[in-house]
Nanobody, 121 residues
Framework: QAQLVESGGGLVQPGGSLRLSCAAS????????MNWYRQAPGKERELVAAISTGGTTNYAEVVRGRFTISRDDAKNTVYLQMNSLTPEDTAVYYC???????????????WGQGTPVTVSA
């Protein structure tokens, strides 16, 4: 069973909005910072936004003011609200976390399957 599952991607016009969701297990969601990455064709995967267990957020400068990351503890789900979308936002969006598994700091890097976002007229 997948531990991170993204949804909500699709085709949207420039200037439009989409809301991505990432469902996690309770154990993963409650203990780790959750991240959204994206990867466009021919480009490296880049960090878009992150949210800690305490709700502290960080954003890539290119999306700051347009994207909002949030989390719903009751649903074990992290969201990425994307507004004012441009064709440059076209990419596959991935949910990610570095899951620390013991007190010594050992971890497992977890990724969702990705949800594609296409911004085009």
């Amino acid at each position: 069973q997948a531990q991170l599952v993204e949804s909500g991607g699709g085709l949207v016009q420039p200037g439009g909005s989409l809301r991505l969701s990432c469902a996690a297990s309770r154990r993963i969601f409650s203990a780790n910072t959750m991240n959204w990455y994206r990867q466009a064709p021919g480009k490296e995967r880049e960090l878009v936004a992150a949210i800690s267990t305490g709700g502290t957020t960080n954003y890539a400068e290119v999306v700051r003011g347009r994207f909002t990351i949030s989390r719903d503890d009751a649903k074990n789900t992290v969201y990425l609200q994307m507004n004012s979308l441009t064709p440059e936002d076209t990419a596959v969006y991935y949910c990610n976390t570095r899951h620390i598994v013991n007190v010594e700091g050992a971890y497992v890097e977890l990724w969702g399957q990705g949800t594609p976002v296409t911004v085009s007229a």
